[in-house]
């Protein structure tokens, strides 16, 4: 379980990242095909806030993933 909230968790801030330098900057090109908010139509025009909120989400996911292994820690220590 933690494994998979922690990879979730990179992927979701490494899209969240990638969508705000695209979305902001102009930054990689390349990747308006690998973003996830690109492929969204009710996303269009809203790059931006859906790209931080995918940034959070992927936060929240691995600090989720922390409280699991710690609390799994405690239980077995």
């Given at each position: 379980m933690r494994t998979v909230l922690t990879v979730l968790g990179w992927l979701l801030l490494l899209q969240g990242v990638a969508g705000l330098g695209n979305s902001l900057?102009?930054?990689?090109?390349?990747?308006?095909?690998?973003?996830?908010?690109?492929?969204?139509?009710?996303?269009?025009?809203h790059e931006v806030f859906a790209a931080i909120v995918i940034g959070v989400l992927g936060f929240v996911l691995l600090a989720v993933a922390d409280t699991v292994s710690r609390t799994r820690r405690e239980e077995d220590g």
């Open positions: 900057l102009g930054l990689w090109p390349w990747t308006e095909r690998l973003l996830v908010a690109n492929h969204l139509g009710f996303l269009r025009g």
